[in-house]
């Protein structure tokens, strides 16, 4: 994996971001075509978004969970070293619509810190093989 490749459909997802950036601080050089990798890295998909937990009474929502999810798989050559994996981690906060600029930014660090759990999910299965 000395020279790698990330095949992405969004190379401006959180995902890729953080991944290509864990990549290079691990010292793997990064292609920008498959042709030059020794293996290729393929995120199928990346997606990101979250969904109401519960309402109040007045059917206003009061708990939300962010959800993010990837498929991705790992190839050299040939050789499929690690078949499609699809991971999904999720967190849960309680919503104020009081406090809408304050509950944003806590969705914000929590899709962050969902983020840099996949990265370090995924690194952690790629440094077995």
């Given at each position: 994996?000395?020279?790698?490749?990330?095949?992405?459909?969004?190379?401006?997802?959180?995902?890729?971001?953080?991944?290509?950036?864990?990549?290079?601080?691990?010292?793997?050089?990064?292609?920008?075509?498959?042709?030059?990798?020794?293996?290729?890295?393929?995120?199928?998909?990346?997606?990101?978004?979250?969904?109401?937990?519960?309402?109040?009474?007045?059917?206003?929502?009061?708990?939300?969970?962010?959800?993010?999810?990837?498929?991705?798989?790992?190839?050299?050559?040939?050789?499929?070293?690690l078949p499609q994996q699809t991971l999904t981690l999720t967190r849960d906060y309680t919503y104020d619509s009081t406090?809408?600029?304050?509950?944003?930014?806590?969705?914000?660090?929590?899709?962050?810190?969902?983020?840099?759990?996949?990265?370090?999910?995924?690194?952690?299965?790629?440094?077995?093989?």
């Open positions: 994996m000395e020279r790698t490749y990330i095949a992405t459909e969004d190379r401006y997802s959180q995902f890729y971001r953080a991944f290509e950036k864990r990549m290079l601080a691990s010292g793997v050089e990064l292609t920008e075509s498959a042709v030059d990798a020794t293996a290729t890295f393929s995120i199928g998909f990346d997606t990101t978004a979250q969904r109401v937990l519960s309402v109040s009474a007045r059917n206003v929502p009061t708990e939300y969970e962010v959800y993010y999810t990837i498929a991705y798989s790992l190839d050299s050559g040939t050789n499929n070293l406090l809408v600029l304050g509950k944003a930014r806590e969705e914000e660090l929590l899709r962050k810190a969902i983020v840099d759990d996949l990265v370090r999910i995924v690194m952690k299965q790629i440094s077995t093989l």
